[in-house]
């Protein structure tokens, strides 16, 4: 009863879509290393906490990228991702103003928690954070076919965020792709019309990296010299739907969000150095309130790339399960 009676208290969430910083009845347990392998039908997972590990799974893994350190397929076993990075990975804390970038990586540095929680399914909690007093848990959980629904739940515990809107970012480091851009449906030609599909290409670092929604007017105040270009260097692009995918090598990764949360794509060239793009995503809580609860949801799908249709066709049902018409 103590596992599911809160969710009474939040009906829209499925009870895959909590942690247990909104749940702390649910039980887990903490292993003795700082990483865990998931396992569903063709995919296979490694999540690890914010620690460096240098041992047989995790070779060379540098402290400060929490998330994912490894994501393979049956017909593809090496990592989708820069090996000794990771993605899906909680790196950025902001208000706009600019801060020591030390202030800004601060989910990299303050400890985090590792817990296991069933077969399929992790979390990575971090207490509050010791300059923004953010608190927050990821629960990664492999659904029956592969894809991991990425669960965020965060509470701001001090009213620290100046600008009054709270800016969080992921970034997915890609090991050596063939093509560095992404892909995401879009800039219809007229209203009205179907969106066309737009290859994103950003230059260089911080240029034209961030794709808004066609309907995301929000405007976020922001020092002329906060010191990460990748937040606020917008496109001329737009989506029509949250979601986006990137090639590499024959298999595609795709990103899908639920339209309430309000994703903003973003996308560096050399994110994890040369030929190392980063595919990335934002969210940001505008008008925020200490000690309220804020959750966001999404999937990443791992399988092979035939075609942009192809791709419609088999992410649909995740698609539609985060809200998508």
């Keep these: 009863m103590l596992r599911f009676l809160p969710l009474l208290l939040f009906p829209g969430l499925l009870p895959a879509q909590v942690t247990t910083l909104s749940h702390p009845g649910i039980p887990y347990r903490v292993p003795d290393q700082p990483w865990h392998r998931l396992h569903r039908a063709d995919i296979s997972i490694v999540v690890v906490n914010n620690e460096a590990v240098d ?15 490894r994501l393979s397929h049956r017909l593809r076993p090496e990592t989708l991702f820069l090996p000794s990075v990771s993605g899906l990975n909680f790196e950025f804390i902001h208000d706009g103003k600019a801060h020591d970038t030390s202030l800004l990586f601060e989910p990299r540095r303050a400890p985090m ?9 992790v979390e990575l909690y971090q207490a509050p954070t010791p300059f923004w007093g953010l608190e927050s848990a990821h629960r990664y959980h492999l659904l029956p076919d592969g894809t991991i629904e990425l669960t965020i739940q965060c509470i701001p515990r001090r009213p620290t965020f100046r600008n009054g809107y709270i800016g969080l970012f992921w970034a997915s480091y890609i090991h050596q792709p063939e093509s560095l851009d992404i892909h995401f449906p879009g800039n219809p030609e007229s209203p ?14 911080g240029v034209h ?25 917008l496109s001329p692009h737009r989506f ?13 990764f795709v990103q899908i969000f639920r339209p309430q949360d309000q994703v903003r794509l973003t996308q560096s060239p050399t ?4 030929g190392n793009p980063a595919w990335d995503f934002q969210f940001l809580i505008s008008n925020y309130q200490v000690d309220r609860l804020y959750t966001f949801v999404m999937r990443a799908a791992y399988l092979p790339f035939v075609s942009s249709a192809q791709l419609q066709a088999d992410t649909l049902p995740h698609r539609r399960a985060l809200g998508h018409p």
């Design 55 to 69: 041992d047989d799974t995790l070779p060379g893994h540098r402290a400060g990228y929490s998330g994912v350190a």
């Design 271 to 274: 994110g994890g150095g040369r």
């Design 192 to 205: 009205g019309a179907p969106p066309q599909w737009v290859r994103g290409v950003t230059p260089e670092h």
């Design 240 to 252: 029509a739907e949250p979601w986006y995918y990137g090639i590499s090598h024959g298999m595609a």
């Design 113 to 121: 928690e590792l817990r296991v929680i069933d077969a399929h399914t």
């Design 209 to 233: 990296a961030t794709h808004l929604a066609l309907d995301d007017h929000r405007e976020f105040p922001h020092d002329p010299n906060f010191p990460v270009k990748l937040m606020f260097g």
